[in-house]
């Protein structure tokens, strides 16, 4: 599966989308931040950045200060897929993001989401 124009995809462009899933389920901006950040690394001042660069999601995962040391105990299936068995180890990332805020809109408390 070519996977080029997900990565090439802005972040930017898709985190509006996160909060979007979020917000219809009432929960907030500051939750779906707090996942990218458990997830990346990144604090609000390096998401904003990214945002405002329009990074991509191939650089956007590469410039990550770093990786949650939980990622491992993300499992489950996005868009099909389970996460844990995706090969494609950009593409992993991007699916963990998403099965985070999916977890988030479908009102998993953030202790369970944040595997903590």
């Known amino acids: 599966m ?3 124009r997900v990565y090439k995809m802005s972040f930017a462009s898709v985190y509006p989308h996160y909060i979007n899933k979020a917000e ?4 907030t901006i500051a939750e779906v ?3 990218i950040f458990w997830l ?3 604090n609000q001042q390096t998401l904003q950045k990214h945002i405002d660069d329009k990074t991509d999601f191939e650089n956007f995962f590469a410039q990550a200060p770093q990786l949650n040391a939980n990622v491992s105990k993300i499992t ?3 868009c099909g897929y389970r996460v844990e068995e995706i090969e494609d180890k950009l593409m992993q990332k991007v699916r963990y993001l998403d099965k985070l805020i999916d977890e988030l809109a479908k009102g998993k408390a953030m202790e369970k989401i944040l595997r903590k």
């Open 2 to 4: 070519d996977n080029t």
């Open 24 to 27: 219809k389920k009432g929960r």
């Open 76 to 78: 489950g299936v996005i």
């Open 40 to 42: 990346t690394g990144y």
């Open 33 to 35: 931040d707090e996942i």
